[in-house]
Every structure is written in C-alpha cells, then in structure tokens.
C-alpha cells in the first residue's frame, strides 16, 4: 500500500507542478497581451460558469472514487464499468443542465450583477466549460480509483498546454477577451475529451 501510495502521490505530483508551471506563464503571457481591462473581464466572464459549477458535484465524485477502489479490491473489475458510466451520465446531465442554465441567464448575469450587458455572449461561451469540467472531475475520479494518477498528471497537463496555447493564440490573432473565453472553454473542452 506504502509503494502504490508513493508512486500515485509522485505521478500527482509531477502533472500538478507541471501543469500549474505552464498554467503560471501562461497566465503572464495572457495578463500582458490583453492588458489589465480586458484581463479583468476575461476574469469576470470566467467568475460565473466557475460559480454555477459549484453546483456539479452532489459527491458523484467520491462515490465513483469508493467504488471503483472497492470493486477493483474485491476483483469485481465488470462492474467499474458501471459505476464509471452512471457517473459520467449523470456528471454530463448535471452538467448540460447547469450549461443551458448558465447560457440562458448570461444576459441577465451580464446585465444585473456585473452591470455589463455586452459580456453575455462570452458568459454564453464559457458556460460550456461547467460540462467539459465535470467530465475532467470523472476522469480524474476513475483514474484515482483505479490508482493511475499518471494518466491524471497526462489529462492535467494536457488541458494546460491546451488552453494556454489556445488562449495566447486567439488573443495574438486580435480577439482580445473573446479569444481568452475561447481558448479556456477549448481547452477544457480538449481535456474532457481525453480524460474520457
């Protein structure tokens, strides 16, 4: 137990220094290029589906974390499946659910709390990243259970070289804070998709 702990704690380890490096210069890069008003809104327009994702979990987490751990120790391997796809239906109905939440209410979001009617289409944008995001959660919930946290470090990485490239990209191309919702939402679109 001591042996696999190490070795899931070191692979973490590793995807999360990584990941939060390229995600940390990133970030400079994107400061600097969109300046600090169009930062600040980009930040805003992120704020909300960020918020509304709150709302995603309900412990599907933990559930598939226990059980795929407890199936896998009890050598039940053909019911992980299970427990993996009820999961992620469900993370994906929360999840389409809580994004056409976010989509709908963007103008009066936009308009009401943040006074700033014109960012509601990139409210729009990002709403897709509450699903995408629950997906990256089910990932990483089935790899801990199944102790392959390097899988998790690759899927971890992988959404940071994504959407920091994605982000840099598009505001270089002239796209400004749209550009930045953008490349997030791709990003996390991407890492949900190899995450699955």
């Not at 702990?5 to 600097?32: E, M, N, P, Q, Y």
């Not at 930040?43 to 599907?60: C, K, N």
């Not at 994504?162 to 997030?184: D, E, H, Q, R, S």
Request: with cysteine; net charge positive; proline share 2%.
């Amino acid at each position: 137990i001591a042996k696999v702990s190490v070795k899931g704690s070191f692979h973490l380890l590793w995807g999360l220094i990584v990941s939060t490096v390229i995600s940390s210069v990133g970030v400079i890069f994107i400061a600097r290029l969109l300046g600090s008003d169009l930062y600040g809104l980009y930040t805003v327009v992120l704020s909300v589906p960020l918020f509304i994702g709150i709302f995603r979990d309900w412990g599907i987490n933990s559930a598939i974390v226990k059980f795929t751990a407890q199936y896998r120790a009890e050598g039940r391997i053909d019911e992980i499946r299970s427990i993996f796809l009820a999961g992620l239906i469900f993370r994906v109905a929360i999840g389409l659910v809580l994004s056409f939440l976010s989509f709908f209410l963007a103008d009066f979001i936009a308009s009401a709390v943040f006074s700033r009617p014109f960012i509601a289409p990139l409210i729009q944008i990002a709403s897709l990243s509450i699903l995408t995001s629950g997906l990256i959660n089910a990932a990483t919930a089935v790899f801990t259970g199944y102790e392959r946290m390097a899988l998790n470090s690759i899927m971890l990485v992988c959404q940071s070289i994504f959407k920091t490239a994605t982000i840099i990209g598009l505001v270089i191309l002239g796209f400004g804070a749209a550009g930045a919702t953008i490349g997030y939402t791709v990003g996390t679109v991407i890492a949900g998709l190899i995450g699955i």
